[in-house]
């Protein structure tokens, strides 16, 4: 089969098995109609099927599971069916085993997920040919530790945020960046955010939108006592230290992409910096990224007379 050349890497490959991801949220019928129809599409493409636990959890769909410890083979492709937050959710599975994912955008915005409901058969007959763009996008990593003890590490493929947790006073801490005092702090957080994560949280907050392929990361500041206190856009081979001071009155929380998350306390120390593992994520081969910037932030073009 011909690929017709377009901007971007196009890798010529098949899958073997689709691993079928979706998370029950509210009551949004249409992850599970979506669900359905791709599932019924897949077994007619005569391709080895399943779901991962948490969608067996959370939909009636008669599929073997795949437990994590068994993907991961070379020819696999998890699909995820909702929004921007069911993909956050299946891509840090992914990481941990290589696998390539797309979405089946039913979210509201859907900056990760690019495939329209009712495009399943269509954009994946594509894509399962071997007819796709494949980005790599790498993931924050982050510890809370002290002198004597690491007490958590994860990953994000958004965003850390450093909130105020139990505190209702604005917050102190300090940012080094590679071991040199940035500035300290006193504010209601900070948001450290990925490329990726740079339309979510962080864009509400002020923070600049970068293009995906940037090997960045941006600090932004949230509600700081200091007018001056700006967003800080930093290479992605640094590492951030926040100090949590210890005039603080209240345990503090880290959260990584709104999901995980843990209290940290005055006196402790937040280590944020570039992951080791990397999200693949697949597109259409029509996809631009500034088609989806401009669709999903409502820029509309404008004529010059």
Not at 9 to 38: C, D, P, T
Not at 202 to 221: C, F
Request: aromatic share 6%; charged share 25%; hydrophobic share 35%.
């Amino acid at each position: 089969m011909s690929v017709k050349k377009h901007r971007g890497q196009i890798v010529k490959s098949k899958f073997k098995r689709v691993i079928v991801y979706a998370r029950q949220h509210r009551a949004n019928q249409g992850v599970s109609e979506s669900l359905h129809r791709l599932v019924e599409f897949l077994e007619q493409q005569k391709i080895q099927v399943f779901q991962d636990v948490d969608t067996l959890l959370g939909f009636d769909v008669q599929l073997p599971v795949l437990t994590k410890n068994e993907m991961g083979e070379k020819h696999d492709l998890i699909i995820v069916i909702g929004g921007d937050g069911s993909l956050l959710s299946a891509a840090r599975m992914a990481t941990k085993v290589n696998t390539p994912v797309i979405g089946i955008n039913r979210g509201r915005l859907g900056f990760l997920t690019d495939v329209l409901p009712d495009e399943i058969e269509t954009r994946l007959s594509a894509v399962l040919a071997g007819q796709y763009k494949e980005e790599k996008r790498f993931l924050l990593h982050t510890r809370i530790y002290d002198d004597e003890a690491v007490y958590f590490e994860g990953e994000a493929v958004n965003d850390v945020v450093l909130s105020r947790g139990n505190e209702t006073h604005l917050i102190e801490f300090s940012v080094y960046i590679n071991e040199q005092l940035v500035s300290n702090y006193r504010s209601d957080g900070m948001i450290i955010s990925s490329p990726t994560g740079s339309t979510a949280y962080a864009l509400s907050a002020g923070g600049p939108i970068m293009h995906p392929q940037l090997n960045a990361m941006v600090l932004v500041p949230m509600f700081s006592h200091s007018l001056s206190s700006r967003p800080l856009v930093i290479d992605g081979e640094s590492k951030i230290e926040l100090h949590i001071s210890s005039v603080n009155e209240a345990d503090l929380r880290i959260s990584c992409d709104g999901h995980e998350s843990r209290m940290v306390k005055p006196g402790q120390r937040v280590m944020i910096e570039k992951d080791s593992h990397q999200l693949r994520l697949l597109h259409p081969l029509d996809y631009h990224y500034y088609d989806t910037l401009r669709s999903k932030l409502g820029w509309e073009s404008t004529h010059q007379g």
